[in-house]
Nanobody, 125 residues
């Protein structure tokens, strides 16, 4: 089992940048495909981006491609999400998730066994 704790969410202005982190503890972090999902109020949780176990391949939702960058540091057991050119529609609770099976691409939230508690990002226009 792995425990995930997100941090870095806060209120920002449109056009700003923000960095989210997700620290993992428990099982070997490098053994998991990792992803970010988000859920805006009143909507379903949606895929943001995912990264393979080695960090060599990334996948992004069209809505964030070119603005968000997902990365990981396996030595630090940490997943990151760099968010640039933020828009009001990026406002949501952001969750990191871990999948112990190496499916790829991996956008289906039902594939992910472990989830963090979420961190709130609010973008004001």
């Amino acid at each position: 089992q792995v425990q995930l704790v997100e941090s870095g969410g806060r209120s920002v202005q449109a056009g700003d940048s923000l960095n989210l982190s997700c620290v993992a503890s428990g099982r070997t972090f490098s053994g998991y495909v990792m992803a970010w999902f988000r859920q805006a109020q009143g909507t379903e949780r949606e895929f943001v981006g995912a990264i393979t176990r080695s960090g060599g391949t990334r996948d992004y939702a069209d809505s964030v491609k070119g603005r968000f960058t997902i990365s990981r540091d396996n030595a630090k057991n940490t997943l990151y999400l760099r968010m640039d050119s933020l828009k009001s529609e990026d406002s949501a609770v952001y969750y990191c998730a871990a999948d112990r099976w190496p499916e790829w691409p991996n956008r289906d939230q039902s594939n992910y066994e472990y989830w963090g508690q979420g961190t709130q990002v609010t973008v004001s226009s």
